[in-house]
């Protein structure tokens, strides 16, 4: 019994590695590079000369702007973290209300009174993590251009 589940297993771990390789075309090319972006957020906000203006239309050319790279990572960055930002302060706004509501109708149990006051810790550590996503944009900016273009 033993003996036939090591062939099984053998013969699906060479099932996982020749069948890819059979799938994949030799002469398959690679998808062609992008050759520009569009960047959502205020260049003001992104920091780096050079960014064009924000448009759905407009894009920022590589080949033209060899900062396009830097404004569309910095762009991009400042873009996901504005939503991890809304996100998280709607978050923060219903545990408060659900923290407040707990201790409001608690009516002297000192149960109910803890779990309030744990939700309004959550929140208040949530919030801190929300003003931390305000702050990743500028870690980014620091760690691929320098402490110069801050």
């Known amino acids: ?19 890819p390789l059979a799938l994949v075309n030799a002469e398959a090319t690679a998808p062609p590079l992008p050759e520009a972006c569009v960047i959502r957020a205020d260049p003001a906000r992104v920091g780096v000369t050079g960014c064009p203006g924000v448009s759905t239309t407009a894009s920022c050319v590589y080949e033209t702007n060899r900062d396009c790279g830097i404004c569309c990572l910095i762009g991009t960055v400042l873009y996901i973290t504005d939503w991890v930002f809304v996100i998280f302060v709607i978050i923060v706004v219903v545990m408060v209300l659900m923290g407040a509501f707990n201790i409001m109708t608690a009516a002297g149990a000192p149960d109910k009174v803890a ?31 320098g402490s110069t273009a801050l």
């Open 115 to 145: 779990v309030g006051r744990n939700y309004i810790m959550y929140a208040a550590l949530g919030f801190g993590l929300a003003l931390l996503a305000k702050a990743i944009p500028a870690i980014v900016k620091y760690l691929i251009i």
């Open 1 to 19: 019994m033993q003996k036939k589940v090591s062939i099984v297993l053998l013969g699906l771990l060479f099932a996982g590695l020749v069948v």
